[in-house]
């Protein structure tokens, strides 16, 4: 009798992480509460960790003195909470090295910035919400300039996101689906129909258009390299208020041939 494939063999197989063996809950709660800090906020207390991660506060106080002992939080005793450790930048920093994709994509993101007087981002999902790699932003207006590697936006009322949603296989794709319907809750079936309309721009034209904060519109496509890693790319630009969708070409001309220039770029890099 043929004995089961291996857990890695199935993960070449199928280009998804497959193991058999259980997690460890302890970790993942732990890294929860790593998930919880944000850009713009300093130092988090139990209190604001339990709400954010969504445990109870006796297990936040036990995390929280592993991962203070562990290096990965340090407690401020002036303002009483904690901030991450410098463990976590070394982490970062060692994360944006490995990332050859980010690196032979930027100088053409950065060539269309400048040479557009737009905004040019690329970013890879993490739970329910997108986290920009790279963000060059050169709009005209100086709109939102907020937007640095490491930002996090939401994915279901974002056209990075949903470009995200659209380049993911169909199974991965229900299981995120299903996610964000809970998550969403009662608000889910209005959210669910501008991301369906999404799904289906990206199918017919390969792009998807969301105007999530006023007064900037967000054109994005999925993109995926050769080796098979996802990532979604945006270009976004200030627009008047009575802009349509028609209104956009321009813009999806440059994200569409910016897209085609870097997944050649990729294949030529053998990524």
């Given at each position: 009798?043929?004995?089961?494939?291996?857990?890695?063999?199935?993960t070449r197989?199928?280009?998804s992480?497959?193991?058999?063996t259980?997690g460890s809950?302890?970790?993942?709660?732990g890294?929860?509460?790593?998930r919880?800090?944000r850009?713009?906020?300093?130092t988090?207390g139990?209190a604001?960790?339990?709400?954010?991660s969504?445990?109870?506060?006796?297990?936040v106080s036990?995390?929280?003195r592993?991962?203070?002992?562990a290096?990965?939080l340090?407690?401020d005793h002036?303002?009483?909470?904690?901030?991450?450790?410098?463990?976590c930048?070394?982490?970062?920093l060692?994360?944006r090295?490995?990332?050859?994709?980010?690196?032979?994509?930027?100088?053409?993101?950065r060539?269309?910035a400048?040479?557009?007087?737009?905004?040019?981002?690329l970013?890879?999902?993490d739970q329910l919400?997108?986290?920009?790699?790279?963000?060059?932003?050169?709009?005209r207006?100086?709109?939102?300039?907020?937007?640095?590697?490491?930002s996090?936006i939401?994915i279901?009322?974002?056209?990075?996101?949903?470009?995200?949603?659209a380049?993911l296989?169909?199974?991965?794709r229900?299981a995120?689906?299903a996610?964000?319907?809970?998550?969403h809750?009662?608000?889910?079936?209005?959210?669910?129909?501008?991301?369906?309309a999404?799904?289906?721009?990206?199918r017919?034209?390969g792009?998807?258009r969301?105007?999530w904060?006023?007064?900037?519109?967000?054109?994005?496509a999925p993109?995926?390299?050769p080796?098979g890693?996802?990532?979604?790319?945006?270009?976004?630009f200030?627009?008047?208020a009575?802009s349509?969708?028609?209104?956009?070409?321009?813009h999806?001309?440059l994200?569409?041939?910016?897209?085609a220039?870097i997944?050649?770029?990729w294949?030529?890099?053998?990524?």
């Amino acid at each position: 009798m043929a004995s089961e494939p291996s857990t890695r063999s199935r993960t070449r197989a199928s280009g998804s992480f497959v193991r058999s063996t259980p997690g460890s809950h302890s970790l993942e709660r732990g890294l929860a509460l790593l998930r919880a800090f944000r850009l713009g906020g300093r130092t988090l207390g139990n209190a604001e960790l339990a709400e954010r991660s969504g445990l109870p506060r006796p297990t936040v106080s036990r995390l929280t003195r592993s991962l203070v002992e562990a290096g990965f939080l340090a407690y401020d005793h002036q303002q009483q909470g904690y901030r991450l450790g410098a463990v976590c930048l070394t982490l970062a920093l060692v994360f944006r090295a490995s990332e050859r994709a980010l690196e032979v994509a930027l100088p053409l993101m950065r060539s269309l910035a400048e040479g557009r007087r737009v905004n040019v981002g690329l970013a890879m999902a993490d739970q329910l919400e997108m986290v920009y790699l790279d963000s060059v932003r050169l709009s005209r207006l100086g709109m939102f300039r907020r937007i640095v590697p490491g930002s996090r936006i939401p994915i279901a009322s974002t056209a990075l996101g949903c470009a995200f949603l659209a380049g993911l296989g169909a199974a991965d794709r229900k299981a995120l689906l299903a996610r964000l319907r809970q998550a969403h809750g009662s608000g889910w079936p209005a959210q669910q129909r501008s991301v369906d309309a999404a799904l289906a721009c990206v199918r017919a034209q390969g792009f998807c258009r969301a105007q999530w904060q006023a007064g900037m519109v967000s054109v994005a496509a999925p993109l995926r390299t050769p080796g098979g890693d996802l990532y979604a790319l945006n270009v976004s630009f200030p627009v008047p208020a009575a802009s349509t969708q028609e209104d956009d070409g321009n813009h999806v001309d440059l994200l569409l041939r910016l897209a085609a220039d870097i997944q050649a770029a990729w294949a030529a890099a053998d990524l």
